[in-house]
């Protein structure tokens, strides 16, 4: 994680009417996500692999929601990596891109 403060961003609903102290709000780390559609929901299915198993990965949350706010969640998302990569750059979301220079020499990738 990084040490510098997450900036809240969101076109959903103002931040402010957030209720954020739950008793029972669980946090996740995921890095593989799969999406499942019908006529009435979207499934977000959250999993994490890991360096042991590349090639599995363990399904840890699952998310359902409507198309409508699939789409705004679409729609936010868009927004926010814009914004972020405005900040920071491009992200990454290839091997090959997240291979330093140096690497991708050795390795003879152009």
């Known amino acids: 994680m990084s040490d510098q403060q ?3 961003v969101t076109g959903i609903i103002d931040i402010k009417e957030l209720i954020t102290d739950l008793p029972n709000e669980v946090t996740l ?8 559609v019908g006529p009435d929901e979207f499934v977000l299915r959250h999993g994490l692999v ?11 949350a699952k998310v359902y929601m409507s198309p409508a706010h699939a789409k705004r969640l ?5 927004s926010v990596i ?5 900040n920071f750059g491009t992200i990454a979301t290839t091997p090959e891109e997240m291979l330093t220079p140096e690497v991708r020499r050795r390795l003879g990738i152009p």
């Open 6 to 8: 997450a900036t809240p």
């Open 29 to 36: 780390y995921t890095n593989v996500t799969s999406v499942n």
């Open 50 to 60: 890991s360096i042991d198993s590349p090639h599995q990965a363990k399904i840890i």
């Open 74 to 78: 679409s729609n936010l998302l868009s």
């Open 82 to 86: 814009a914004q972020y990569e405005e």
